[in-house]
């Protein structure tokens, strides 16, 4: 749906990205980075996805495309972003190297899934300097990572919300803003964006604060531009 | 030029004193200002006078100079490309379409003088017309070609009915368009490397069924590897209906990092056309890292 072949310093903010349930689905990514044409791509670098919405895609981000020779990504940041409703279910596929770069605060909900959050196709693909932590994910029966990585622990540290509800507000109408106790609430680490509370909470929706929250009845159509966006 | 008859919008306040003495504002108290003020007035009556109003209104039987709205010798023109060809026409003007429900059918119009900074040539609707005017091209041709700098477009709708030609080429800076409908077309919008600085705000793009190729795109005039083209703002627009990307800047060498396109793309809606081949958003160029290509707050919805 979003293409960004070789766009170095392209900031992919606070979108809503829904391939809902009538079309083709085909190919269906939410955001493709670096996605390959004839002759392959040199690295990409500077490229943020930070507090975007991903619904009802196949993958939510994906790096590299069918030719595996895709160009490196460097110095990505992928934050504080919500991904639902997935078909295929992996949050970020990867057919490329990802030489740098950092993963923090994202939701990913593999609800009916057994895919990966962090899909390392093939396994030939080395994002060893990526650095992911603080993100939660729940719902899927597979693993966190197939990926080589450098790390342990939810993708990939323990200060998440495996395996649990993170207490959407209304997640069969795409309302993915967090109830009030939910366990994705302050479970983030600054990232540079506003917050309120002890931490940041995952996902793109922070909550508390001004303005007031959302007030669109229940199951109705999110609109970003009425939320709390103070990045 | 007669200015007598011409209409003109106020003066503001904050206008120059050469300005304000020129069209008989306010005066300054002090006589030495105010003699410095004739002065600068007498020199400004050698330059062209702005903030002008012409009118075109294609239902008079004849055409005028464009300087009234009552049709006769002094009244409304009956195409937009005379208007636009006007060699009176100056920075600050304003043209006004009237929507007279009869579409404005006209060739390949083309922009004949520059506007200039804080004084962008403006084409709109009448004052007071709630509809928008229709401007729709004969067959096969670009309708309208930007190649002067500072001109707005607020409220028209660009319609074309075949997919041959482009609807709009912008190929000079700081053009604004604004409130206005593109439907069908090629290209709605073709940008090339000399269209810094320009903006769709509030627009709708329908392509009525896969008849419109990329609402807007970037790279295809006639442009070289390495364009730069900066302070692309495309907000608060919706798009529909298309076959193609909706937006795409494009680079055609095969390479990367040769061509740059930087700015925003915000707080847009895009929904996916039944049959639509291609993407809502194809970035093929790269930005830099002090001047970013910013996609915020969009709606990207079906796919």
């Known amino acids: ?231 | 030029m007669n200015a007598s008859v011409r209409t003109r919008r106020p003066t503001p306040m904050t206008a120059p004193v050469a300005e304000r003495v020129a069209r008989g504002g306010s005066r300054p108290t002090d006589w030495s200002r105010l003699a410095a003020a004739l002065t600068l007035s007498v020199l400004a009556a050698g330059v062209a006078a702005y903030g002008a109003e012409y009118y075109v209104d294609n239902s008079c039987p004849t055409a005028g100079d464009g300087t009234t709205t009552t049709c006769g010798a002094q009244g409304p023109f009956r195409s937009i490309a005379a208007a636009l060809s006007n060699p009176k026409l100056a920075a600050g003007d304003v043209i006004r379409i009237r929507a007279t429900g009869t579409d404005y059918v006209e060739g390949t119009v083309d922009t004949s003088k520059a506007g200039a900074a804080g004084q962008a040539i403006t084409v709109t609707r009448y004052a007071g017309d709630s509809a928008r005017p229709v401007w729709r091209r004969t067959s096969g041709v670009t309708m309208l070609v930007v190649d002067e700098p500072h001109y707005t477009f607020d409220s028209i709708s660009f319609v074309a009915t075949a997919e041959s030609a482009d609807i709009v080429h912008v190929r000079a800076s700081n053009v604004t368009f604004r409130n206005c409908d593109f439907k069908e077309g090629g290209y709605a919008i073709n940008i090339s490397d000399a269209g810094d600085n320009l903006t769709v705000d509030a627009c709708t793009f329908d392509g009525n069924g896969n008849n419109q190729k990329h609402s807007i795109t970037t790279g295809r005039l006639g442009v070289t590897a390495g364009y730069t083209l900066t302070g692309l703002a495309i907000t608060n627009s919706r798009f529909m209906n298309g076959d193609q990307d909706y937006i795409q800047t494009f680079e055609d060498s095969g390479k990367c990092r040769q061509d740059t396109v930087t700015g925003r793309i915000e707080g847009n809606t895009f929904t996916y056309g039944p049959g639509q081949e291609e993407n809502a958003i194809d970035i093929k160029n790269t930005a830099l890292e002090t001047d970013h290509l910013k996609i915020d707050r969009n709606e990207i919805r079906g796919w």
């Open chain 1, 1 to 231: 749906m979003v293409l960004q072949h070789c766009a170095d310093y392209v900031l992919f903010h606070d979108n809503l990205v829904d391939a809902g349930t009538d079309g083709p689905c085909d190919p269906c990514i939410c955001l493709a980075v670096s996605a390959s044409t004839a002759g392959g791509h040199p690295p990409q670098t500077g490229v943020e996805i930070v507090g975007n919405t991903f619904v009802n895609c196949k993958y939510a981000i994906l790096f590299g495309d069918s030719d595996t020779t895709a160009g490196d990504v460097g110095n990505v940041k992928i934050l504080n972003n919500t991904a639902a409703k997935l078909r295929s279910g992996e949050f970020i596929q990867v057919k490329t190297d990802i030489v740098s770069g950092t993963v923090r605060n994202n939701l990913w909900d593999g609800t009916g899934s057994t895919a990966t959050a962090l899909d390392c196709v093939g396994g030939a693909h080395d994002i060893t300097g990526l650095v992911a932590d603080h993100n939660g994910w729940f719902g899927s029966s597979s693993q966190q990572s197939s990926c080589a990585m450098d790390c342990t622990g939810d993708i990939c540290d323990g200060t998440d919300t495996k395996g649990q509800d993170p207490g959407f507000v209304n997640w069969s109408g795409n309302d993915f803003r967090l109830q009030s106790g939910s366990l994705a609430i302050d479970k983030g680490v600054p990232v540079g964006r506003a917050y309120n509370g002890a931490a940041p909470d995952l996902g793109a929706y922070e909550t508390g604060g001004t303005p007031p929250p959302d007030t669109d009845p229940p199951g109705s159509v999110i609109n970003l531009r009425r939320m709390d966006r103070r990045s």
